[in-house]
């Protein structure tokens, strides 16, 4: 089957960094992504990782390790708007390169 | 960037309603279309696959003639909520991904908040 899992809820300070694990089994794999989600909003793209290794983007950054079924995203100098839900997501490897969804991490940043 | 419209961005309706939800890719063409659903403090759960000229690939458990999907041009594909009921309510948020380039992310529509009385 297909599986996603990611800690349900996260704190941090303002300032500080947190890292965002993500395991996944699914039969296919065709790249991981990260996705941003204030409440009631739409999701934003924040990264991707199709080969091993780390991704940076400012203050966020993203590693894979295909053979571990492991990823995490990482968020330096916490605002307090990062405040939001992180989605991990898997494409699969079929035709329709359709996203399967983890659970989500609901991260709250406090002063 | 790209950008994905969704219309409407909140229903409010009758028990019994049909509900009809756009999404259009407003500055690139998409083959395929996703639709999702949300409920409250949740992830997104995919409910179907929304290709061009062709009928819908759905999800298991999910209704496929509750929940009827069109996907007539490269720009626009719609979803319906046949008859409605308290349970339908939840937030449907539609994708689309940029064709024939990989590694290209979905591109996520507003969403919209359905809510059944």
């Known amino acids: 089957g297909q599986n996603i899992d990611q800690p349900t809820e996260m704190t941090a300070t303002e300032g500080a960094i947190v890292q965002i694990n993500c395991t996944y089994q699914?039969?296919?794999?065709?790249?991981l992504f990260w996705y941003q989600q204030h409440a009631g909003e739409a999701p934003t793209f924040l990264s991707y990782?199709?080969?091993?290794g780390l991704e940076e983007k400012g203050r966020f950054s993203s590693f894979l390790s295909r053979s571990k079924g492991y990823s995490y995203l990482l968020l330096k100098e916490l605002q307090m708007k990062d405040s939001a839900s992180y989605l991990c997501?898997?494409?699969?490897?079929?035709?329709?390169?359709?996203?399967?969804f983890g659970t989500g991490t609901l991260l709250a940043v406090q002063p | 960037g790209a950008v994905v419209s969704q219309h409407p961005s909140r229903v409010i309706c009758k028990s019994g309603t049909s509900v009809k939800i756009e999404c259009r890719s407003l500055?690139?063409?998409?083959?395929?279309m996703f639709w999702y659903r949300q409920f409250p403090k949740q992830s997104l759960m995919l409910m179907a696959t929304?290709?061009?000229?062709?009928?819908?690939?759905?999800e298991q458990g999910v209704e496929k003639d509750k929940f009827l999907i069109n996907h007539a041009s490269l720009t626009l594909s719609t979803l319906t909520v046949t008859s409605a009921h308290p349970e339908d309510s939840s937030f449907y948020i539609c994708?689309?991904?940029?064709?024939?380039?990989?590694?290209?992310?979905?591109?996520f529509g507003d969403g919209t908040r359905l809510s059944i009385l």
């Open positions: 994708s689309a991904t940029l064709i024939d380039r990989a590694g290209q992310p979905q591109h």
């Open positions: 699914t039969s296919g794999f065709n790249g």
């Open positions: 990782n199709v080969l091993d």
């Open positions: 997501a898997v494409r699969d490897g079929g035709a329709t390169n359709k996203l399967i």
């Open positions: 500055d690139f063409q998409a083959t395929t």
């Open positions: 929304s290709n061009e000229g062709s009928k819908a690939t759905y």
